[in-house]
């Protein structure tokens, strides 16, 4: 049980997409229309829920968000 405990934690990764959006003033219906994403990938990110995301996605988000 130990093992599988830590295996969680060390693969934990935070999304901060709401907080990006947030400073940009950015509404979920801007960051559709400005990345091309489908909703539900980037309202899954927006609520970390997301269990996987592909590189195109977040490439797309980087640019948008610059980083």
Not at 18 to 27: A, C
Not at 33 to 60: F, M, Q, W
């Amino acid at each position: 049980m130990l093992h599988s405990t830590l295996v969680l934690k060390m693969i934990m990764i935070r999304c901060n997409l709401s907080t990006l959006m947030g400073r940009d003033k950015l509404s979920i219906a801007d960051v559709l229309r400005e990345t091309g994403l489908n909703r539900s990938t980037t309202a899954a990110l927006y609520k970390e829920t997301a269990k996987r995301v592909d590189l195109p996605a977040i490439d797309r988000l980087c640019r948008l968000i610059r980083c």
